[in-house]
């Protein structure tokens, strides 16, 4: 028999739900005494940036700096003129084939940080030229007989390279050094129809010439007058003749080592001490750099060299009659050669330039030397030119 059936299961749960129910249950009373209670954070804080290393900008910011203290300017440009006729035009009208070309290239390079600056410059020219030149030349039986044939000739050869460190002593005034190497790439002979090795008259180094300043330069600051003139009370000039062809060959009735001022045949270089001076002068008188303007002055006196010397002979027409007496001697002393002071050396350089397009210009070139040493007359040089030009700037 079954004593736990449904129905008793539910009287029972009913009756317990509908009954009252109740519990006793005791707190105890708890007299807490109050404290002040101070949190503390003793955890270290670590501040964290944002930025991070960027090779990008860190590189851009080097090439902002290099661009601001660096200013570089070439320019480079080819020049020439072509002549050409034909057989029949040259017996009508007369005429000769002719061609010339001229390269130039010009560099300048300025370096600057806080009061230090360091500017350089190189240039550089080079031309030939090339004409039919008629020869009389004799034949086997020895009757003379004219040739005509094309020769070329050097009509430009120089190359420059100058370097002038300075540091800053006021506002406009720096004091520092020049440093001024020219020479010559090529042959130079004198003439056409003379162009053996007896003809030499100048190659690389023979001569070339060093100049060395120490003095105290003033730039104005104004741009539509950018002089710069450099004093220097200690100045060395030095004259360069390392080809012993060129001291030995004879023209204009003198050696070469005599020419170029050296103290005999076997001697390759000469000193001289003094003091110089050298202005220059740099502007474009346009907006888009059609016109350019560019001269430079350098004259230099040998005085230190003066004091000392032996047998002084300031008259030139004097020196020479002595010089020849002193040739005549027989068993002459190098010691009793007379000497003729050294005058004041000038060197005046012009460049005009005119841009008709980007890369189309016309420059006019005219240079003057005065060296007692090398000739008693003053030697200009002027010459124009139509061509191909290309000039870079970095700013």
Known sequence: MNYFSPAFALLTAAL?????????ITIDEVDAAQERVTFE????????????????????ERAAIRKERNFLEITSGLQGTLTSHNDPWIKVSGGDNAIAL??????????????????????????????????????????????????WYKIQDELSISTAPSFKLATNWTYGAIIQFRTQFANGYISRTQQAETDMKS???????????????????KPKFPISVNMSPIALNAVFVENRQVRGNTWDGKKGWEIYGLADPDKTSKYEGGSSIQIDFDRTFDKKGIFRYRTMIYSFYGWITNIGKANKISDYTEYRHALDKWNATENHDIKDKPFLPVHPLVRWENTLSIKATKFISTEVNFKLYYNRAEHVDVRTQTMLTLGLTYTFRNK
Do not use: C
Request: proline share 3%; net charge positive.
């Open 16 to 24: 317990f739900a509908f009954l009252p129910a109740s519990a006793q």
């Open 41 to 60: 954070d003793k955890m270290r804080s670590t501040a964290v940036d944002v930025d991070y290393f960027s090779r990008a900008r860190y590189r851009a």
């Open 102 to 151: 001229v390269g130039s290239f010009y560099l300048r390079h300025t370096f600057s940080k806080n009061l230090f600056s360091i500017e350089t410059k190189v240039n550089a020219s080079f031309g030939y030229n090339r004409m039919k030149v008629e020869t009389t030349q004799k034949d086997s039986e020895g009757n003379d007989y004219t040739t005509s044939e094309g020769m």
């Open 203 to 221: 190659t690389f180094m023979a001569p070339g010439y060093l100049d060395v300043s120490f003095g105290i330069t003033y730039k104005s600051p």
